[in-house]
């Protein structure tokens, strides 16, 4: 089976505000993007997160909040090799 594969890449500027998560999720629906490089995340710790039809995987960066870059993933990539 051939599948296309939409990148793109966004720097969000923290995404703490309350619903600046789920609104990003969201944007990146609208522009049916399957992967996305997301700069300046700036959360505690790391892990993975699942937000509409993504999940998002992020890094810790420094003790300052700074260098945390994250990967909005859309669930139909992650099932494309199954």
């Given at each position: 089976?051939s ?26 629906g ?13 959360w ?39």
């Amino acid at each position: 089976m051939s599948y296309d594969i939409r990148f793109g890449t966004w720097n969000v500027r923290r995404l703490c505000r309350a619903g600046s998560f789920t609104a990003a999720a969201r944007e990146l629906g609208t522009h049916k993007l399957d992967l996305s490089g997301v700069q300046e995340v700036r959360w505690d710790k790391g892990g993975t997160v699942r937000a509409g039809d993504y999940n998002f995987y992020y890094e810790k960066g420094n003790e300052y909040y700074q260098l945390r870059t994250g990967f909005f993933v859309h669930h139909r990539t992650l099932s494309a090799d199954k």
